[in-house]
């Protein structure tokens, strides 16, 4: 007999192991990765660097930027006709509109742009390079892009 009340607890206790163990799981669906192709491109925009024509000069000579920033060339060159003033009303007032014109050329891309005093000119360099520039009025104002 006692092997029969050993059995039957042992059986109990078994059944009660099983009934608190975690059920198995359940197969889990992978989703699917989905790509989607789109015709626009996001880039980055450049940074837009400023050069001052002024003294018969570029200010600065030389510039370092990287693919796809953009160089501005400002003419604030009035200096041969009337001591420099930044104020527009004195400027005015001292007939600074006469000023003196200017040219940005660059020889090796074709590029010749006329700069009339307080005019501005920009452009975006898209490749690596080094790129020298000059005023064709007054040739001894020259300038220089690297491009990185």
């Known amino acids: 007999m006692n092997k029969i009340v050993f059995g039957l607890l042992s059986l109990i206790v078994v059944f009660g192991l099983v009934a608190c163990a975690p059920a198995p799981q359940e197969d889990i669906d992978v989703l699917e990765t989905v790509t989607v192709e789109t015709d626009s491109v996001v880039v980055p925009t450049g940074m837009t660097y400023q050069?001052?024509?002024?003294?018969?000069?570029?200010?600065?000579?030389?510039?370092?930027?990287?693919?796809?920033?953009t160089v501005e060339w400002v003419n604030k060159d009035y200096s041969s006709y009337h001591e420099e003033t930044d104020d527009e009303q004195d400027r005015d007032a001292?007939?600074?509109?006469?000023?003196?014109?200017?040219?940005?050329?660059?020889?090796?891309?074709?590029?010749?742009r006329q700069l009339p005093p307080g005019s501005t000119t920009t452009y975006t360099f898209t490749e690596a390079g080094e790129f020298a520039y000059l005023c064709q009025f007054h040739p001894s104002m020259q300038g220089r892009i690297i491009v990185h």
């Open 94 to 112: 001292l007939g600074r509109e006469e000023g003196i014109s200017h040219t940005i050329t660059f020889e090796s891309m074709g590029i010749d």
């Open 51 to 69: 050069v001052v024509l002024n003294n018969i000069e570029f200010m600065p000579a030389d510039l370092e930027i990287v693919v796809g920033d």
